[in-house]
């Protein structure tokens, strides 16, 4: 720790091995979830049936999964969605398939009674899902060149993209153990929630970046100045996220189940973009510099 106008001064960048290791941890956790796991897709993506079924005592969510699937039924997720209701997630469904189900649930529960049910067409079709991919590269690149522009250094572009990267994958990779633990899906809100993360990555990257271009201007030592710049902005940094963050929780905890993961989801990518943002983009930064300029 060093002193620099009354502000102790933390060397940050002296344990960036553990940052990596942590980073390399999540994203490995990620790619074998996504690998074994991989992710549920929502009815907004691939159509299917929505049924809701309303019963006074807890339905045996496990049993009515496996039986619903020995009759050769898409079973996408079972939810609760309230003290007394049920949403029930499948494929296409056919009338005599559906009432299969209901005789299903009753044996399990008598006072079962269906609710409501709906045939639900695909609402954003592959050519939509080819274009987000399309704007979210062109978005990228146009970051990277304007972040190296800004900064003139391509090194402070591809550091903030590759924090960028770093919360979406790891953010997919969530969503993956999620959907294996929980039953979350992969939907339009999904598609949101990793957008805002993005966006929220960026920012805050940018904002150290900006203090570490104003530090280099009287110091040449790339380690002193990410210490310098991280320890300068650390405090707004989590003052701005720990607004965000107790918000999402409050959403996690007393939302509806309808938007339940989207706010888990903007949750988990806040954390990780509040993460990122000095503990790899920062690192990231400076040993590059300092292999180039060995």
Not at 1 to 24: G, R, V
Not at 46 to 62: A, H, K
Not at 68 to 97: C, D, K, P, T, W
């Given at each position: 720790?060093?002193?620099?106008?009354?502000?102790?001064?933390?060397?940050?960048?002296?344990?960036?091995?553990?940052?990596?290791?942590?980073?390399?941890m999540l994203i490995v956790?990620?790619?074998v979830s996504l690998a074994?796991?991989?992710?549920?897709?929502?009815?907004?993506?691939?159509?299917?049936?929505?049924?809701?079924?309303?019963?006074?005592?807890?339905?045996?969510?496990?049993?009515?999964?496996?039986?619903?699937?020995?009759?050769?039924?898409?079973?996408?997720?079972?939810?609760?969605?309230?003290?007394?209701?049920?949403?029930?997630?499948?494929?296409?469904?056919?009338?005599?398939?559906k009432a299969k189900i209901?005789?299903?649930?009753?044996?399990?529960?008598?006072?079962?009674?269906?609710?409501?049910?709906?045939?639900?067409?695909?609402?954003?079709?592959?050519?939509?899902?080819?274009?987000?991919?399309?704007?979210?590269?062109?978005?990228?690149?146009?970051?990277?060149?304007?972040?190296?522009?800004?900064?003139?250094?391509?090194?402070?572009?591809?550091?903030?993209?590759?924090?960028?990267?770093?919360?979406?994958?790891?953010?997919?990779?969530?969503?993956?153990?999620?959907?294996?633990?929980?039953?979350?899906?992969?939907?339009?809100?999904?598609?949101?929630?990793?957008?805002?993360?993005?966006?929220?990555?960026?920012?805050?990257?940018?904002?150290?970046?900006?203090?570490?271009?104003?530090?280099?201007?009287?110091?040449?030592?790339?380690?002193?100045?990410?210490?310098?710049?991280?320890?300068?902005?650390?405090?707004?940094?989590?003052?701005?996220?720990?607004?965000?963050?107790?918000?999402?929780?409050?959403?996690?905890?007393?939302?509806?189940?309808?938007?339940?993961?989207?706010?888990?989801?903007?949750?988990?990518?806040?954390?990780?973009?509040?993460?990122?943002?000095?503990?790899?983009?920062?690192?990231?930064?400076?040993?590059?510099?300092?292999?180039?300029?060995?």
């Open positions: 720790m060093s002193k620099n106008n009354d502000i102790t001064i933390i060397n940050w960048i002296k344990f960036k091995w553990l940052y990596f290791a942590i980073s390399a956790i990620s790619i074994v796991n991989g992710v549920i897709i929502g009815l907004e993506f691939r159509g299917g049936s929505e049924l809701t079924i309303l019963s006074q005592q807890d339905l045996p969510v496990d049993n009515l999964r496996e039986s619903i699937a020995n009759e050769e039924i898409e079973v996408v997720s079972i939810q609760r969605s309230g003290e007394e209701q049920y949403m029930f997630r499948l494929g296409q469904v056919e009338e005599n398939q209901i005789e299903l649930i009753t044996s399990e529960n008598s006072d079962a009674v269906e609710q409501s049910f709906q045939i639900v067409g695909p609402s954003i079709g592959p050519e939509l899902i080819k274009k987000t991919f399309f704007a979210v590269a062109i978005a990228a690149i146009t970051i990277l060149g304007w972040v190296a522009y800004q900064f003139k250094s391509i090194k402070f572009g591809v550091s903030a993209i590759l924090a960028m990267l770093h919360d979406s994958f790891i953010l997919i990779g969530s969503i993956s153990v999620f959907g294996a633990l929980y039953g979350a899906e992969v939907d339009f809100l999904f598609i949101t929630a990793v957008l805002t993360t993005l966006s929220f990555s960026v920012h805050d990257t940018i904002v150290v970046f900006d203090r570490i271009r104003e530090i280099q201007k009287g110091e040449s030592d790339i380690t002193k100045i990410a210490n310098q710049a991280v320890t300068e902005t650390m405090r707004r940094s989590i003052i701005n996220s720990l607004t965000i963050i107790f918000m999402l929780a409050a959403l996690v905890i007393l939302g509806g189940v309808t938007i339940r993961w989207f706010a888990v989801s903007l949750l988990v990518g806040a954390v990780l973009g509040t993460y990122s943002s000095p503990f790899v983009a920062v690192p990231l930064l400076a040993t590059w510099e300092k292999m180039t300029k060995k």
